[in-house]
């Protein structure tokens, strides 16, 4: 898979969310489903994406000990979706485990990648109420090679971070980047942003964009914006 632009479906419902990606006409956008419309609808919108020919992203953020994990990630395999992602929280022994369980018995399986540390956990909170003492950049870098050692393909990171990342775990492992607004757009509750050509800049091999698309006048024509400025 090459590089592209996920589009963060963080809708409540199926039908809002059908009526959303209707208007894609031409081409069958790469979506990400996270958990509130995973919960709320359960695999079945999994499987009627599936259908309608997009690539699926499921954002599911797994993290338990590695026996249910890993069952976790068998039955998520059955649904065939391109990526699936848990905390590098969980262990070592815990990403192993998922992969073992992702992969069918042919072989196959989607990518996994892993959640190193949530951006909305800052420096104070990480030391005063987790006392986990070092810089978030350390830790953060630390997390994706014992992602990439248990042999994951990649994390979930900002584009600020995907050419460390790149440099530290090879340029083959994934970053997977949320933090996209166009320039002199609305960044809402996003700290840290960048743009999709600074993303490209900075090596990120997928862009996760959500608001800038979803909530936009015309949605296909800031997909196409996204697409534009990211890959070509
Ligand atoms: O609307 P927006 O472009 O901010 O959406 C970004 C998407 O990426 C959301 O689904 C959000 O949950 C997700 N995400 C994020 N930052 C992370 C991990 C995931 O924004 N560190």
Known sequence: MGKDVIIACDFSEAKETFAFLDKFTDKK???????????????????????????????????????????????????????????????????????????????????????????????????????????????????????KKAGLDGVVCSPLESEKVHKICGKNFLTVTPGIRFSGGDTGDQKRVTTPLTAKEFGSDYIVVGRPI???SDPVSAYNRCVEEFTK
Do not use: W
């Open 214 to 216: 979803t909530a936009a």
């Open 29 to 147: 956008p790469f979506v990400k489903i996270g958990m509130e419309l995973y919960y709320a609808e359960g695999p079945s919108i999994v499987r009627e994406l599936k259908k309608r020919g997009h690539k699926i992203f499921l954002d599911l953020k797994l993290h338990d000990i590695p026996n249910t994990v890993k069952k976790a990630m068998r039955v998520l395999s059955r649904l065939d979706v391109d990526i699936c992602n848990l905390h590098a929280g969980g262990t070592v022994a815990m990403m192993e485990a998922a992969l073992e369980g992702l992969t069918r018995p042919d072989g196959s399986r989607p990518l996994l990648i892993a959640v190193t540390q949530l951006t909305s956990t800052d420096r104070e909170t990480m030391e005063r109420e987790l006392l986990i003492e070092k810089p978030i950049d350390e830790v953060v870098m630390h997390y994706a090679l014992n992602a």
